[in-house]
Nanobody, 115 residues
Framework: QVQVVESGGGLVQPGGSLRLSCTAS????????MGWYRQAPGKPRALVAI???????NYADSVKGRFTISRDGAENTMYLQMNSLKPEDTAVYYC?????????WGQGTQVTVSS
């Protein structure tokens, strides 16, 4: 059984920082990439950032220069450092493990940016 667990969400003021973590455990045969997605109320889930097994990264335009994705491959752990947070970053953040033969999702962690 595979488990994907996110942590690190919370309430932060505009301009503040948070660091999200995601750990995948269990019988995962091959991880191709890991990614962070977010879903705000009334909006579809959208890609925030993704990192491949080789270390290549890609970011949504809205977070470029503010967010940094990283990964500890040996531990199947991924991080999202979020700086200069804005109210529009408020959402539930989900971790996705893109593995073969199937992907896995975490349960999500709430990030709220508000004064």
């Amino acid at each position: 059984q595979v488990q994907v667990v996110e942590s690190g969400g919370g309430l932060v003021q505009p301009g503040g920082s948070l660091r999200l973590s995601c750990t995948a455990s269990g019988s995962i045969s091959k991880i191709v990439a890991m990614g962070w997605y977010r879903q705000a109320p009334g909006k579809p889930r959208a890609l925030v950032a993704i990192i491949s097994s080789g270390g290549s990264t890609n970011y949504a335009d809205s977070v470029k220069g503010r967010f940094t994705i990283s990964r500890d491959g040996a531990e199947n752990t991924m991080y999202l450092q979020m700086n200069s947070l804005k109210p529009e970053d408020t959402a539930v953040y989900y971790c996705k493990v893109l593995s073969l033969p199937q992907p896995y999702w975490g349960q999500g962690t709430q990030v709220t940016v508000s004064s």
